[in-house]
């Protein structure tokens, strides 16, 4: 059996995937601000280094795989905190963890991202740069200083939206970069990315409301399909992208959003 780390383990899609990969008898080191085995703060530098030390001390230094989940939405009021925890919790993790992956053999990481990086028009290009080159302190700056800007009937429902797009850019850009290096590729550490769509957790329903009122074909963005997607939904591709059978995959972003991206950028590709 294998060893897991699954972070957001507390709720959502990160208890979702936490809960399939230990019914398939797996050790899994979950990591949250709360109900985890591991409590830490991601959005702290402090917090960062703890939940390391504290996952390589119970993994014993070597882990079969990493699914960064834990984030925030764009409700948080705060367009700092949105970039530490979203981008920079998620990269300081990954990075600190590498050699643990690394030590296994076949290392495994998945990361989630959003489709609102693709389908949300308020990307800040200077904010994903500043998140790409490490710039936590420019990053967090920045953030503020653009909602600060931003029209107040966008903010007053959505006040971190820019910021939540743009860290969901930056970490799918991080992935594909950080994927083809090789302290990654060639020490056999696969780096994936998930951009879910509209998922039916507390994160969103926070922001949009009840379950009950929801209507898939009222929602600002075209959902092909006619469903919100559930947590189990997004676990299913976390688990695949950690099985050890899934070895010729890395750098890709997998839409799971029920065909949202693919009915905004039919061309994309
Ligand atoms: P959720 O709110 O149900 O779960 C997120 C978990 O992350 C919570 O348990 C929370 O305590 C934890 N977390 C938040 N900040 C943290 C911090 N500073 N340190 C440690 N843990 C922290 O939300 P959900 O929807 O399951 O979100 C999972 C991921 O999916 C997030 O990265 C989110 O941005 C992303 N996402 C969600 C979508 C949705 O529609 N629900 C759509 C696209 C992406």
Redesign the pocket.
């Known amino acids: 059996m294998a060893t897991f780390v699954v972070?957001?383990?507390?709720?959502?899609?990160?208890?979702?995937s936490a809960a399939r990969l230990a019914a398939e008898g797996h050790t899994v080191i979950g990591?949250?601000?709360?109900?985890?085995q591991v409590i830490?703060?991601?959005?702290?530098l402090e917090?960062r280094a703890a939940?390391a030390e504290e996952i390589l001390g119970l993994s014993g230094g070597t882990l079969d795989g990493v699914a960064a989940?834990?984030?925030?939405?764009p409700n948080l009021p705060s367009a700092a905190?949105v970039m530490?925890?979203?981008y920079f919790?998620?990269v300081a993790l990954l990075e600190a963890l590498r050699p643990a992956l690394a030590a296994s053999g076949a290392g495994r990481a998945v990361v989630?991202?959003?489709?609102?990086a693709s389908t949300v028009p308020l990307v800040d290009d200077g904010l994903v740069d500043l998140a790409l080159a490490g710039n936590e302190e420019g990053a967090r700056e920045h953030a503020d200083a653009a909602q600060a800007a931003m029209p107040a009937e966008i903010t007053a429902i959505v006040p971190s939206i820019g910021a939540?797009a743009s860290s969901?850019l930056a970490i799918a850009r991080w992935v594909r970069r950080t994927a083809v290096t090789p302290e990654w590729a060639r020490q056999g550490v696969l780096l994936n990315a998930i951009?879910?769509?509209?998922?039916?957790?507390?994160?969103?329903l926070?922001s949009t409301g009840r379950e009950e009122d929801l209507d898939a074909d009222g929602f600002p963005t075209p959902m092909p399909l006619g469903i919100?997607?559930r947590?189990e939904d997004?676990a299913f591709w976390v688990h695949q992208f950690l099985k050890p059978e899934a070895r010729y995959t890395t750098g890709a972003v997998l839409y799971v959003?029920g065909g949202t991206d693919a009915a905004m950028r039919p061309d994309a590709q």
């Not at 972070?7 to 979702?16: K, V």
């Not at 989940?69 to 939405?73: K, Y």
């Not at 989630?112 to 609102?116: K, L, V």
């Open positions: 972070t957001g383990s507390a709720s959502g899609m990160g208890a979702a990591v949250d601000l709360r109900d985890a830490a703060d991601l959005g702290t917090g939940a989940i834990a984030g925030v939405g905190a530490s925890i979203n919790g998620t989630i991202g959003s489709n609102s939540y969901k951009a879910p769509g509209a998922v039916l957790t507390p994160l969103m926070g919100f997607g947590p997004i959003d």
